[in-house]
């Protein structure tokens, strides 16, 4: 019974140094880690490279780099407005259109419409164009475009991040189409022909709801990746020349108010009396023929009735 009993105590102390002997090493094993790591921290991490030239990179420059892939991954809707003044309209229309084909864009909508104005001179064409490029070329395209003004009476630049709204998008989009894998599966298990056609009503308002999403999501990349550019062209106004006022220019102007205002009573009378011409021929002059008759014939009714009462006395 002793001999059974020590050889028990003796299997466990074995068993307990062994246990010891092997954290010994992983505590020195993590230990090392820990250290490795400390020092991953401290000291640039060396990049591979052909032949013997090494470019170092440190923990930092990596952490920008992850920026900028993010910065690059946002999803922001750019849109601009922008009035420019150029001498000739057409040729402007055709090097807007030449813009944006150089950076991979195009014209969605061309409009012209002619200035109206007294004077031909000024009847020019206002043309109204709106244009898409690439979201990375918007800043050259609109730089581009507005160097072709003399004059810029406006621009206005807008920008919306849409990021969060098509990550939200995209999260709504699988829940829905997890929910509709588990009603299909739950119409493959369906027993009644009631219970059947529950889970395919459910099935087509969960893929209504996933063709949503996924429109919404299709238009916010196309808002994304090709920015608007309206551009307003149109020839510069005239400018009006404003004269010094005074007693002579007073005085003039009044003569040339008074000789105006007698041509223009010179030529009314003129057109009247040259408008009289037909209705008197044509309308007074019947008419008045017409009264005279019937005037002479009354007045002989009545010298007839005159002389035929004394008779019949």
């Not at 991490?45 to 170092?56: A, H, I, L, N, R």
């Not at 400018?239 to 040339?256: D, H, N, P, W, Y």
Request: proline share 4%.
């Amino acid at each position: 019974m002793k001999s059974l009993i020590i050889l028990l105590l003796a299997l466990v102390s074995f068993s307990l140094s062994c246990s010891r002997a092997q954290r010994a090493p992983l505590a020195d094993t993590q230990a090392v880690a820990q250290r490795e790591g400390r020092v991953a921290q401290t000291e640039p991490v060396k990049t591979e490279s052909y032949g013997d030239k090494s470019q170092p990179v440190s923990l930092t420059q990596l952490d920008k780099s992850g920026e900028t892939t993010e910065a690059e991954d946002r999803k922001i809707i750019r849109n601009a407005e922008i009035t420019i003044e150029v001498p000739s309209t057409t040729d402007a229309q055709h090097q807007v259109t030449s813009i944006a084909e150089t950076h991979g864009g195009f014209v969605v909508t061309s409009e012209a419409k002619q200035r109206e104005s007294n004077d031909p001179a000024q009847r020019t064409l206002d043309i109204k164009l709106v244009v898409r490029v690439p979201s990375n070329q918007f800043g050259r395209a609109f730089d581009e475009i507005k160097k072709l003004a003399g004059n810029t009476p406006s621009e206005n630049v807008t920008s919306q991040d849409v990021t969060e709204d098509f990550i939200d998008l995209e999260a709504r989009i699988k829940t829905q189409k997890a929910l509709e894998v588990q009603f299909l599966e739950i119409m493959r298990g369906a027993n009644k022909i009631s219970d059947a056609l529950e889970v395919q009503r459910q099935i087509a308002e969960v893929r209504t709801d996933i063709e949503k999403l996924e429109g919404r999501k299709r238009f916010l990349e196309n808002r994304s990746s090709l920015s608007t550019i309206n551009v307003n062209i149109q020839a510069p106004k005239p400018v009006i020349s404003v004269t010094e006022t005074g007693f002579r220019q007073s005085l003039r102007e009044a003569v040339s108010d008074s000789i105006s205002l007698a041509s223009d009573l010179v030529l009314f009378f003129t057109r009247f009396l040259i408008m009289m011409v037909p209705v008197t021929m044509f309308v007074l002059l019947p008419s008045a023929l017409v009264l005279r008759y019937l005037f002479r014939r009354a007045k002989r009714m009545r010298l007839a009735q005159a002389l035929a009462t004394p008779a019949a006395e």
